[in-house]
């Protein structure tokens, strides 16, 4: 187990420092395709609700206003924005819980963004340590690394990607209250783009789990091959399997 832990914290700092080298030589590529916002939103919820459960912590979400059923943007790099931070929320609150809000807003040029806020009854910043976060390898103090652990760049990559997809991450704070991060993706052109209220989305939310049950329902009736040429895998993958 602590060799699993660690070289997990290790996998999960060289996947960071390879994004943030991506990034910063313009190699990271975004594919603009139309996904569900509240699919992603829901997503994230289903993978964190277990880490906030853990920790007694409330994990909800409210839709404000109407919110397109589809917009145009990379799905895989909004799911990883929201991640980071729904991530933080939970790690750096003890009571109380965390909450997302989504809605759609209008920009000074006239474009439609869609908003996603994620607000916790953590322990807060000041408005200089809420700024310091988004420098790569910035934590708010010293002492968070050992207490909370975290490798300083999920923020930073955040509002690298958020900028990539026509948006940006704010942050405001109150020490010992909470945090609010606010972040903003172009939603793409909305021409045609179903809009779904609230009571359609609760009842889209309350059809999801039939339609996953009838997808786990699958019978594997074949073989599978499996080429792995490094000797170390070999060992591990058969020992697994």
């Known amino acids: 187990n602590t060799i699993k832990r660690n070289g997990d914290h290790l996998l999960a700092i060289i996947d960071d420092i390879l994004d943030l080298s991506k990034i910063e030589a313009g190699k990271l590529e975004v594919k603009r395709v139309p996904c569900s ?29 109407a919110i397109p059923q589809t ?16 991530g933080n929320a939970c790690k750096f609150t003890e009571t109380g819980g965390v909450r997302i809000v989504v809605r759609l807003v209008e920009t000074r040029f006239g474009a439609d963004s869609l908003e996603f806020s994620v607000h916790d009854t953590g322990i807060g910043m ?37 900028g990539m997809l026509g948006g940006d991450i704010t942050a405001t704070s109150v020490p010992g209250q909470g945090s609010t991060f606010v972040v903003t993706v172009d939603a793409g052109p909305l021409d045609g783009v179903k809009m779904l209220h609230a009571h359609q ?36 993958i058969s020992l697994i399997l």
């Open 37 to 65: 916002p509240c699919r992603i939103v829901e997503a994230i919820v289903s993978l964190m609700s277990v880490r906030a459960e853990a920790r007694g912590l409330s994990l909800t979400v409210e839709y404000d206003g």
């Open 71 to 86: 917009i145009t943007t990379d799905s895989t790099r909004l799911r990883q924005i929201l991640f980071n931070l729904v």
């Open 126 to 162: 000041t408005p200089e340590q809420a700024e310091q976060v988004f420098s790569p390898f910035m934590q708010v103090e010293s002492s968070n690394s050992r207490r909370f652990g975290g490798t300083g760049l999920g923020l930073a990559i955040s509002r690298r990607l958020a």
């Open 201 to 236: 989305l609760a009842a889209a939310k309350r059809k999801e789990p039939s339609e996953a049950v009838q997808k786990r329902k699958v019978t594997l009736d074949c073989r599978i091959l499996l080429v792995e040429d490094g000797p170390d895998n070999q060992r591990l």
